[in-house]
Every structure is written in structure tokens, then in C-alpha cells.
């Protein structure tokens, strides 16, 4: 009996410290020493080109980082910030920085993470916590609309000048923040749905100050940093802008924060500072203007590879411990017919709670092994999304990625690139000629009638596909989301509660 309550106590253990370690299966590679440094590049799609580092903006006055925005190809098709530190925020207006043609019939949305639904919006102003990249997201030209976004203090005081920007009506856009020296945004972005009452379409971001500024100036310094949606300096072509002019102020805001607290006066803050909320969606009504306290992400260590290996081992030892002592135990008392009918009753009633139980700590834990495991061993895992390898690898499948040297591809190997025309999407093809000479790949889709159009270079490869499982990426694809975490705990939760009341079965038929 104590050995039985010890092992469910062990594997409810190795369930829950799985459950807080699962990872998003698109996660990047990172580094694991303090000095690592980060990059993130930035793609112009196929319906514009960048303009230079006009709206690209980073604030690193928390970390200091020496940061570089680099515009690697001509034609500005491609930037990439680098030096990024853990912590650093980027602000990236994709809307003031794409020159489109002006008969074109798209317009700038905002900006979403490379791999992700090309109809997907994501933050346009993000904590670097990986190298990633983002590539611009457009949108048809429809029912267009403006919007307006205020920089106000708690007081209702405004702090920077209003911008106006466009958007067709039901879309979400994902407006950043504005940085202002000496005050901290309640959330670094807001959403909210677009109306055709353009009165109702206002996005106010509210400040709170964070130090304290001498009365003897008079004055307040105050640097903005422009960025989010289009800027209305043409509204005839549906809203984008193309000359919006931006300033950024890198400098001297670590060494405010390390004097936080004091003034000219020697006078002193003692309220603590408070993180803002990545993002608000103004539709909730009861979505709170005040800041959420969050821990910001810390970088990953080795440690944490011994304990997902060590967690695997003993969920998986003890998960075969229980196992046969159940067994055991319910052979023994199916034996025991004498007993009472109520007595019975109660221990049928252990067992289901037992079995139930242990059954989605079990599923829980076998769920997250197939994330776990194979990034200890140096494989990516990617969720196939699309049906171009059908029926050899359906969609919904996980799939999972070695590295390999592109001379030792061999014609028929299914392998995963950077799409050569769609810039950060990731393909999974076939492998129909490997031109060792001229460095690239001749692939095809095992469902398409022909060949690729466009010959994969040998730096596009990220490895060969050496296993796949079907339908297991869309579960995990959902579990890895917050609502899925939500949800896996809560059967955690339901599955302790179970062991919980057979527990207190067990220990009254022994009194």
C-alpha cells in the first residue's frame, strides 16, 4: 500500500515538471551561455521592399546590448538586427517601412513569425528570447478604414502627438508601443477589432511614470519612437505610407534606470516598477489598464537537458512500477467475494479513480515525450501543415528533422528548407537530383504533378526528415498553446483529485 501511494506520488511529480518544460514546437535555437547574443531578420514578402532601417527599432535599455540593424540584400529584401540580448524589445513598423507600388492592390498588415499562417498577425513590438524570424504580412485592399492611436499618462495628459493609420473594416491590427523616455506603456501592444464608426477605432496607450524629473528644468525630455500601423500621410492610396520619418533614442536610458529612484533633490521612488503586458485586446471590456507583474524569461541552461532526460527516465520506471502493482492489487481483490456489497462498491469505485487517473497522468506524460526527447539528441520537430507529401506524410503529421551535409543527400531523401520564393517558410519535398556541382537541389512534392520551380541552394537546407508521425503535430500543435497548457494542468489537476478520493476509500475500508 505505501509503495503504491509513493510511486503515484513520483509519477504525479515527473507529469507536472513535464507539463512547465514543454516548449512550442516551432521554437528556435538559443543559447546557453549569459554572453549569447541574438538575432532576428526581418523578410519583405513579395509585395514590397524595405526602405532601410526606417521603423526598425530596438529598446535595449535594460540590457545595454550593442545591437546592429544590417540590410543584408540589395533591393531591400531582408534586414537582420544582431547583437540582441535576452530581454530586448523590438519594435518593427512594417506599415512606415515597405515601399509598395502605388497601384498595387495590397496593403501592410503588420508583421507575423516566419512558418506561421500567411492570414496571421502577430506583435509587432516583441521580447527577444531566440533567434527568429518575422516576415512583413499584407492584406487585400477592401472596405478601408482609419484608426487612431493616443499616447496619454495616467492623468489623461498627452504625452506624444496621436498617429492615424488605415485598415479595412473587421480586421485586428496589433499596434505597438511608443517609447518614451522616463515612462512605462501598460502593454507594449493593443488590439482591437475595426468598425466603420472611425470614432469607435481608438487605440489609447496609457503611461505611467517610472522616474523622477527635477522641477528647478520646468521641462520634460521626452523621445518617441514611432511605430505600429500606416501613418495617414496619403490617403489616396488606401493608407500606405511610405515617408513616415522616425526617431529612435538608444542611449542614456541604462544609466537613468540604474539612478532610478533619485532626483536633483536627492528625493526618492519607492514604488516598484512593474513589467507591461506583451498585449491587450481592447474588445474585452474588463480587460484592466493596470500593469500585470510577470518574471521575465531567463536564458535556457544545461541543466535543464539532464532534467528533461532525467524527468523521461523516471516517469517512464515508475509508469512501469505502477503498472504491475495495480495489476496486482486488482487481482487481489477481485479474490476477496466475501466482503460486504458496500465495501465492494467503494473499492470498485478506488480503482475506476485509480485507473482514470493514472490513465492521463500516463497520456500526459507519453504526449510530451516526443517534444522532450528528440531535442536531446540535437533533432527539430516541425508540424506539417500542408498536403504537398500526401499520403507519405500527412498533414498533422510531426515530423522530425536531423542535420545533414548537403553533399550527402542522396536522390529520394525527404528533406525540410527555407522556401526559395516565399521567404521563411519551411517545406518539407523530395529530393529528386542533388547538383553537388552547382550547390543545389532539384525537389518535388510527392502529391504535386511537377518539379519545384525554383532550385533549393545547399544554405536554404535545415536537414533531412527522418521520422514522421501522423496526426500527433495537431495535437501538439493545440497542447503547446496557452490554452492547451490551461488544459493539460487542469487534467493534472483532475487526475490528483482522483487519486486523492481513492486514497481516502483505501484508508476507510481499513478502519
Request: with cysteine; charged share 25%; proline share 2%.
Given at each position: 500500500m505505501k509503495r503504491c501511494k509513493i510511486l503515484k506520488k513520483i509519477l504525479l511529480a515527473c507529469s507536472i515538471c513535464t507539463l512547465m518544460n514543454?516548449?512550442?514546437?516551432?521554437?528556435?535555437?538559443?543559447?546557453?551561455?549569459?554572453?549569447?547574443?541574438?538575432?532576428?531578420?526581418?523578410?519583405?514578402?513579395?509585395?514590397?521592399?524595405?526602405?532601410?532601417?526606417?521603423?526598425?527599432?530596438?529598446?535595449?535599455?535594460?540590457?545595454?546590448?550593442?545591437?546592429?540593424?544590417?540590410?543584408?540584400?540589395?533591393?531591400?529584401?531582408?534586414?537582420k538586427i544582431t547583437g540582441l540580448k535576452l530581454g530586448d524589445i523590438v519594435v518593427a513598423s512594417a506599415p512606415s517601412n515597405i515601399k509598395m507600388e502605388d497601384t498595387s492592390r495590397y496593403?501592410?498588415?503588420?508583421?507575423?513569425?516566419?512558418?506561421?499562417?500567411?492570414?496571421?498577425?502577430?506583435?509587432?513590438?516583441?521580447?527577444?528570447?531566440?533567434?527568429?524570424?518575422?516576415?512583413?504580412?499584407?492584406?487585400?485592399?477592401?472596405?478601408?478604414?482609419?484608426?487612431?492611436?493616443?499616447?496619454?499618462?495616467?492623468?489623461?495628459?498627452?504625452?506624444?502627438?496621436?498617429?492615424?493609420?488605415?485598415?479595412?473594416?473587421?480586421?485586428?491590427?496589433?499596434?505597438?508601443?511608443?517609447?518614451?523616455?522616463?515612462?512605462?506603456?501598460?502593454?507594449?501592444?493593443?488590439?482591437?477589432?475595426?468598425?466603420?464608426?472611425?470614432?469607435?477605432?481608438?487605440?489609447?496607450?496609457?503611461?505611467?511614470?517610472?522616474?523622477?524629473?527635477?522641477?528647478?528644468?520646468?521641462?520634460?525630455?521626452?523621445?518617441?519612437?514611432?511605430?505600429?500601423?500606416?501613418?495617414?500621410?496619403?490617403?489616396?492610396?488606401?493608407?500606405?505610407?511610405?515617408?513616415?520619418?522616425?526617431?529612435?533614442?538608444?542611449?542614456?536610458?541604462?544609466?537613468?534606470?540604474?539612478?532610478?529612484?533619485?532626483?536633483?533633490?536627492?528625493?526618492?521612488?519607492?514604488?516598484?516598477?512593474?513589467?507591461?503586458?506583451?498585449?491587450?485586446?481592447?474588445?474585452?471590456?474588463?480587460?484592466?489598464?493596470?500593469?500585470?507583474k510577470n518574471t521575465s524569461a531567463k536564458p535556457r541552461t544545461m541543466k535543464n537537458m539532464l532534467l528533461f532526460l532525467g524527468?523521461?527516465?523516471?516517469?517512464?520506471?515508475?509508469?512501469?512500477?505502477?503498472?504491475?502493482?495495480?495489476?496486482?492489487?486488482?487481482?487481489?481483490?477481485?479474490?476477496r467475494k466475501t466482503r460486504v456489497n458496500q465495501k465492494s462498491k467503494k473499492k470498485v469505485g478506488a480503482i475506476i479513480c485509480n485507473i482514470v487517473g493514472g490513465t492521463i497522468l500516463v497520456a500526459i506524460i507519453l504526449l510530451c515525450i516526443p517534444l522532450i526527447l528528440p531535442k536531446i539528441f540535437g533533432y527539430q520537430v516541425y508540424t506539417v501543415i500542408s498536403g504537398s507529401m500526401e499520403p507519405a506524410i500527412p498533414v498533422g503529421s510531426l515530423v522530425f528533422i536531423d542535420e545533414i551535409e548537403a553533399e550527402k543527400v542522396q536522390e529520394g531523401d525527404v528533406i525540410a528548407f527555407y522556401s526559395a520564393s516565399d521567404s521563411g517558410a519551411i517545406i518539407t519535398h523530395r529530393v529528386e537530383k542533388n547538383q553537388v556541382?552547382?550547390?543545389?537541389?532539384?525537389?518535388?512534392?510527392?502529391?504535386?504533378?511537377?518539379?519545384?520551380?525554383?532550385p533549393i541552394k545547399y544554405e536554404l537546407l535545415i536537414g533531412k526528415v527522418v521520422m514522421n508521425i501522423p496526426i500527433l503535430g495537431k495535437i501538439l500543435s493545440v497542447m503547446v498553446t496557452m490554452q492547451g497548457k490551461i488544459v493539460a494542468g487542469v487534467m493534472v489537476l483532475f487526475a490528483t483529485v482522483l487519486q486523492l478520493i481513492a486514497g481516502k476509500i483505501q484508508n476507510s475500508d481499513l478502519t
Open positions: 514543454v516548449q512550442n514546437v516551432f521554437a528556435q535555437k538559443g543559447g546557453n551561455e549569459e554572453c549569447y547574443t541574438y538575432t532576428v531578420t526581418l523578410y519583405s514578402g513579395k509585395q514590397g521592399t524595405f526602405l532601410g532601417e526606417e521603423g526598425i527599432q530596438v529598446d535595449n535599455h535594460l540590457t545595454g546590448s550593442d545591437y546592429q540593424i544590417l540590410e543584408e540584400q540589395k533591393g531591400g529584401e531582408k534586414i496593403y501592410v498588415k503588420g508583421i507575423r513569425e516566419s512558418g506561421r499562417d500567411n492570414s496571421t498577425v502577430g506583435e509587432s513590438a516583441f521580447r527577444v528570447d531566440a533567434d527568429k524570424e518575422y516576415v512583413v504580412a499584407y492584406g487585400i485592399k477592401g472596405d478601408m478604414v482609419s484608426y487612431t492611436v493616443n499616447y496619454q499618462d495616467e492623468e489623461g495628459n498627452t504625452l506624444a502627438e496621436s498617429q492615424q493609420f488605415y485598415g479595412t473594416v473587421g480586421d485586428q491590427p496589433v499596434v505597438a508601443f511608443r517609447y518614451i523616455e522616463n515612462y512605462q506603456p501598460q502593454a507594449y501592444n493593443l488590439t482591437k477589432t475595426l468598425s466603420r464608426n472611425e470614432a469607435d477605432n481608438v487605440f489609447t496607450f496609457v503611461y505611467k511614470k517610472t522616474i523622477a524629473q527635477t522641477e528647478e528644468n520646468g521641462t520634460n525630455s521626452t523621445n518617441a519612437e514611432a511605430v505600429g500601423g500606416q501613418l495617414n500621410n496619403n490617403t489616396t492610396n488606401g493608407g500606405n505610407n511610405n515617408n513616415n520619418d522616425m526617431g529612435v533614442d538608444n542611449t542614456g536610458t541604462e544609466e537613468n534606470g540604474e539612478n532610478n529612484g533619485e532626483n536633483n533633490g536627492g528625493n526618492e521612488i519607492g514604488e516598484e516598477q512593474q513589467t507591461p503586458q506583451e498585449l491587450v485586446n481592447l474588445d474585452d471590456e474588463e480587460t484592466p489598464l493596470a500593469n500585470i524527468i523521461g527516465v523516471a516517469a517512464i520506471a515508475a509508469l512501469g512500477v505502477l503498472v504491475t502493482v495495480l495489476f496486482k492489487k486488482k487481482k487481489k481483490i477481485t479474490r556541382v552547382s550547390g543545389q537541389f532539384i525537389t518535388k512534392g510527392d502529391a504535386n504533378d511537377k518539379a519545384d520551380p525554383m
